[in-house]
């Protein structure tokens, strides 16, 4: 045999490997679907019986949180090839040929490590924890098993995509030897390498983002790399923390707001939003732009979400942006802007994250947001007014028309006032709110006659969606804990001290960290390691908790809007195909707009210390 057929696979060894990941990935992408559902009909029966027979359903809270599990360890096989994966390639694309497959074997390597970690890992923390559940009576180990079944499906999944690949005869065993060297070096050794185990972590980490490797692949991995040089979490340790560090009832809302933005789109009641935000400002200088805008502001009371918003948007304005007289990457550059509103705009998933990580009121937060989002919005419109001045003017839509155009588009709003009073006034819980806007948004479904089959791949793309977000979350757990052990904060405290003392100091290293951290890092990873860390800062020199959270989200939804890694520019990238590197160029009078709403806030937040 030559050394050239050596070096690919066997055109029928592709064809299997390819069609067994088409099955598989149907396979547990149908079953994470079926626990999201689940998991819906469990919150709202709980809903039903807490407010109609002032009753409970016993169990509820751990059975919901074991569902969630579920749907992490069915589906974040499945989003290793989601445009949530977060592989960050920008450094990757511009490698020479050699670096390059010596890249992608690293990125595979840290991916098949991170999956060996949970099944490994899993299964000793399922051996080691006893006890049964007294809500469920039902064992404790079950969620550390479930979620090492997703390790091993993490493994195979990777395997079968790369023998489907042309080089993967030459890729798979060179990622797996490597895989090999970095758990028999992990469990036997012991370096001291002059640092901190977390900034270790940090620089492993971040090697894995340059390889493009899975942002929380690469989080993991790059935690069970530190062990031998002085981490305090051994594997099972390892595992336990990523664990619970999602497994909070209040992440339960991710999925279903997933899903209620999904379904409204699939209903069509998105597209009546649009049409109802045209009919507004469609005629005005850049009316389309505008609309673009305006959508986004109405539409972020569904979504919570500005990958999804980016995506919804790229494919429903820049084509029409660009018939217009738009250039592509300008067009590109104004869909990718408004998109932020998203996740800022109530209700906002990066808050959830931020409640999360930090303990702030959710409610508080969410108002925040509003308040900011607004501001943004108007920052936005004044520079897409400056910018868009040699654009076409569309007609104006008569009064009547855009009355009935409004009455069409009332159900969203309906959904926006239902999730944000509900939470801010205490009627329902946060994680109930979405899954009344989950349960809404389906009932829209039927009622517009969306096909069974759409409805069900929603559930399926929400379930993987969230999986992906839970899999971030969980592999953030290590790196922070690390953090604490190692006080990080600490060092943080006496790095800004070099800056001054009181609010502004605070505020002026805490903004340019939170922009670095932003360039390189995704908005939920940055906020579960930043936001512990600086939060305590903000509160020592007198700025209000929740104002301070406000602006680290705006702040890092900057980020996504800035080289090298600017995940909205790049999701933009991939459904439109525009180039990225226009994509930044055209995007920067926008990000300016956004800074300059951002130094507002900051200006806010002196105002209330001094009073």
């Known amino acids: 045999m030559s050394d050239q057929s050596l070096a690919q696979p066997q055109p ?18 149908t079953l994470a679907a079926m626990a999201l559902a689940a998991l819906l009909l469990l919150v709202m029966a709980g809903f039903v019986l807490r407010y109609g027979f002032s009753s409970a359903l016993l169990g509820a809270e751990d059975a919901g949180i074991w569902l969630h599990v579920a749907i992490l360890a069915l589906g974040m096989p499945v989003a290793l090839t989601s445009a949530l994966a977060m592989r960050l390639d920008v450094v990757h694309r511009f490698l020479p040929a050699r670096l390059r497959a010596a890249a992608d074997v690293v990125a595979e390597a840290l991916t098949l490590t991170s999956g060996l970690v949970i099944a490994h890992g899993g299964m000793i923390v399922t051996e080691m ?4 559940n007294p809500a469920l009576g039902l064992p404790d180990w079950i969620p550390f098993a479930t979620f090492a079944l997703g390790g091993s499906l993490v493994i195979l999944f990777t395997a079968l995509r790369l023998l489907a690949e042309e080089r993967g005869a030459v890729l798979l065993p060179a990622a797996l030897a490597a895989a090999a060297l970095f758990w028999l070096g992990s469990s036997d050794l012991y370096i001291d390498p002059g640092m901190a185990p977390s900034l270790f972590l940090a620089l492993v980490a971040a090697v894995g983002l340059i390889v493009a490797a899975p942002l929380p692949h690469a989080f993991i991995a790059a935690a069970f790399i530190a062990v031998p040089f002085g981490s305090s979490l051994p594997e099972p340790a390892l595992v336990h923390t990523a664990l619970s560090g999602m497994m909070k009832f209040l992440l339960l809302s991710v999925p279903f707001f997933l899903l209620a933005g999904t379904l409204l789109t699939l209903s069509g009641v998105a597209g009546r939003l649009v049409r109802f935000a045209d009919s507004l400002v469609g005629h005005r200088r850049g009316g389309l732009a505008q609309t673009a805008l305006l959508t986004n502001v109405l539409f972020s009371g569904a979504s919570g979400s500005s990958i999804a918003a980016a995506a ?8 029409e942006l660009v018939k217009r007289g738009y250039r592509p990457e300008k067009a590109g550059a104004i869909v990718a802007a408004t998109s932020m509103l998203d996740n800022v705009i109530p209700p906002s ?18 108002v925040g947001g509003l308040w900011a989002g607004l501001l943004l919005a108007v920052a936005l419109f004044i520079v897409i007014r400056i910018t868009c001045s040699d654009t076409p003017l569309a007609p104006r839509v008569a009064g009547g028309q855009r009355l009935r155009l409004a009455v069409q588009a009332v159900p969203a709003f309906g959904l926006g006032l239902v999730v944000v009073l509900g939470i801010r006034f205490g009627i329902v819980t946060t994680t109930e709110a979405a899954a009344v806007a989950a349960v809404y948004t389906f009932g829209l479904s039927l009622y517009y006659r969306t096909g069974g089959a759409r409805i069900f791949t929603a559930f399926r793309q929400s379930a993987t969606e969230a999986a992906a977000i839970a899999l971030l979350i969980a592999s953030a757990a290590p790196f922070a804990f690390l953090l604490a052990v190692d006080d990080i904060a600490g060092m943080i405290g006496h790095l800004a001290g070099l800056f001054g003392s009181g609010p502004i100091a605070a505020l002026i ?3 340019v960290l939170l922009f670095i951290a932003g360039l390189f890092l995704d908005i939920g990873a940055a906020i579960l390691l930043l936001a512990p860390l600086l939060l305590p800062l903000a509160i020592s020199a007198g700025i209000d908790p929740v104002t301070f959270g406000v602006i680290i989200v705006v ?4 980020g996504g809007l800035t080289p090298p890694f600017g995940v909205l520019i790049f999701v933009v990238s991939g459904v439109t195909g525009t180039a990225t590197t226009a994509l930044f160029r055209a995007v920067l009078p926008y990000v300016g707009a956004l800074t300059a709403a951002l130094g507002l806030l900051c200006l806010y937040a002196l105002g209330q210390s001094l009073l």
């Open 349 to 366: 998933i990066a808050f959830l994250i931020l409640a999360t990580a930090t303990n702030l009121s959710v409610g508080s937060l969410l």
């Open 509 to 511: 290293f805490s903004v």
């Open 129 to 132: 924890v006893g006890g049964t």
């Open 12 to 29: 029928g060894a592709a064809r299997l490997a390819a069609r067994s990941l088409a099955w598989l990935s149907g396979l547990l992408s």
């Open 312 to 319: 919804f948007s790229a494919s429903t304005f820049q084509p």
């Open 555 to 558: 702040n890092l939804m900057i």
